[in-house]
Nanobody, 123 residues
Framework: QVQLVEFGGGLVQAGGSLRLSCTAS????????IAWFRQAPGKEREFVAY???????LYENAVKGRFTISRDNDKNTVYLQMNSLKPEDTAVYSC?????????????????WGQGTQVTVAS
């Protein structure tokens, strides 16, 4: 079993930055692909970024160039650095873990989920 815990959400002004972290425990972190998803009120959950166990990275187009995903296997942690935040980035951000290897932008691919952390960007 894997437990994922997110930290780092909060309230920020448009143009500001936040860094989210997702720390895993319970089994070998190195074998997992870790992704971030977000869900805004009244909207479906959407893919944000993933960092695969094979060190492949992919971003959703709306965050490309503003968000950076990274991982530290020694700390069992994946980070999401979010810069130039916009009000439309407001959502609950959740990290997810799974072994893929396919459909890594699809939420149903992932077995393990964190509890989510709220990110609110004020205009």
């Amino acid at each position: 079993q894997v437990q994922l815990v997110e930290f780092g959400g909060g309230l920020v002004q448009a143009g500001g930055s936040l860094r989210l972290s997702c720390t895993a425990s319970g089994r070998s972190f190195r074998t997992l692909t870790i992704a971030w998803f977000r869900q805004a009120p009244g909207k479906e959950r959407e893919f944000v970024a993933y960092f695969s166990s094979g060190r492949t990275i992919l971003y959703e187009n709306a965050v490309k160039g503003r968000f950076t995903i990274s991982r530290d296997n020694d700390k069992n942690t994946v980070y999401l650095q979010m810069n130039s935040l916009k009000p439309e980035d407001t959502a609950v951000y959740s990290c997810a873990g799974g072994q893929g290897p396919f459909a890594l932008t699809v939420a149903e691919t992932y077995t393990y989920w964190g509890q989510g952390t709220q990110v609110t960007v004020a205009s």
